[in-house]
């Protein structure tokens, strides 16, 4: 039995390529579903930055610092996300809507569904809550994939060949 191991750490070229466009649309799409999940946050620091005396003294606060960073990790995430998604469904080769639906509900029972599991009968939250929070989560898996579908994933060199 031979091994194809050349000893050889791997490169860049292992990862599949993506459509430009493809991940900066799907990183906006998924951002502002953080987003509408996050506003109860941004909008607790918007009305502490109208009670606040100056510009100055909000941008110096917690809040305001805590809004930022959110805001940039939820940005960062949002585009890994999406470059994840729609290498799967490049490397998947699931091109039509029903196959994006199904790559994009396995993604959801990976990365979301322990989370409402336990949110339901660890922590025992709300069920409200825990809807927006399942319903966020499959915007952002489930309806990612399929608009990352609907745009196209595969950049034009990949379609040439």
Do not use: C
């Amino acid at each position: 039995m031979t091994s194809s191991y050349t000893g050889t750490s791997p490169t860049i070229h292992y990862l599949p390529s993506v459509k430009p466009s493809a991940v900066a649309l799907g990183t906006l799409f998924t951002h502002t579903a953080n987003l509408a999940v996050m506003s109860p946050l941004f909008g607790e620091a918007y009305h502490k930055a109208m009670k606040a005396d100056s510009k100055s003294e909000f941008a110096k606060s917690k809040e305001a610092i805590k809004s930022a960073t959110l805001m940039g990790s939820s940005l960062v995430g949002s585009s890994v996300q999406t470059y994840a998604v729609a290498a799967l469904l490049n490397h998947s080769a699931a091109l039509s809507y029903k196959g994006a639906a199904y790559v994009g509900a396995l993604v959801f029972a990976v990365t979301s569904a322990p989370a409402v599991v336990s949110q339901l009968f660890q922590e025992r939250r709300p069920a409200e809550y825990i809807a927006v929070r399942a319903t966020a989560g499959l915007v952002e898996t489930v309806g990612l994939a399929v608009f990352l579908t609907w745009w196209g994933i595969r950049p034009a060199h990949d379609l040439l060949g």
